[in-house]
């Protein structure tokens, strides 16, 4: 019995499975073609990001570290003209910067005199004392408030501001002695300022009211910060 197939379907069929295999690799080719392209764009896209985090960080590492170089110029400036203040042999109120007495010590001290940086009313009517006494003038009383635990929390600050510390001082004496002590309260280290001056008696015995205000300024805090790169 004859064959019913025909040589061409034999060809036909290698043809097709030939054309079949070849769309197959096509197809694979162009996936992974695509695939490649798509995750070199990922990769490009991570890498830019990097690239430009990475620039951000240097640019912020860079102005920190020239911040730096200009505050050390600034700080071996500064400690230089300390170093010079406070080297003089003669402080600035005329007293010897070595010695112990009341004019005497360098002149950083002497600016903590003046202007303290916490609340002390303790020392506030010591200071007070030895100023009357200098003049030769009977104290009579000084009063005030001791504020220390309300101001006990105002001790630093980045922008400190002078506080008030009020007082009240009785004395008696004659006139040019207690002439002498309104001068010596005039050129105290310390601010005073004088609100009110009441004077009663006569010549040879007098007796003066003053109250009065002086300050103390909390100490300076200096904040450092940390900055995020974003």
Do not use: C
Request: proline share 3%; no cysteine.
């Amino acid at each position: 019995m004859a064959s019913n197939k025909s040589p061409n379907n034999g060809l036909g069929s290698i043809k097709r499975a030939l054309i079949d295999k070849s769309n197959t690799r096509m197809v694979i080719i162009i996936s992974a073609a695509v695939f490649a392209i798509i995750f070199s764009l990922v990769a490009a896209k991570t890498l830019w990001g990097q690239a430009v985090y990475q620039g951000k960080v240097i640019k912020a590492k860079t102005n920190a570290s020239n911040q730096l170089q200009a505050d050390i110029k600034v700080a071996n400036t500064l400690h230089a003209s300390y170093s010079a203040f406070v080297g003089t042999a003669t402080n600035i109120i005329g007293g010897t910067s070595g010695g112990t007495g009341e004019k005497d010590g360098d002149n950083a001290k002497i600016i903590l005199d003046a202007l303290p940086t916490k609340y002390d009313f303790p020392a506030l009517t010591t200071n007070l004392e030895a100023l009357v006494q200098d003049q030769q003038v009977e104290l009579t009383s000084i009063s005030g408030v001791d504020d220390e635990i309300a101001q006990s929390t105002n001790i630093s600050s980045s922008d400190p501001q002078s506080v008030e510390i009020p007082f009240s001082l009785t004395v008696s004496s004659d006139y040019d002695k207690t002439q002498a002590l309104l001068g010596a309260l005039e050129h105290s280290i310390r601010p005073i300022v004088i609100r009110t001056l009441d004077i009663s008696g006569g010549k040879d015995k007098i007796t003066t009211n003053i109250t009065a205000v002086t300050y103390y300024q909390p100490a300076k805090s200096l904040n450092t910060r940390t900055q995020v790169v974003k």
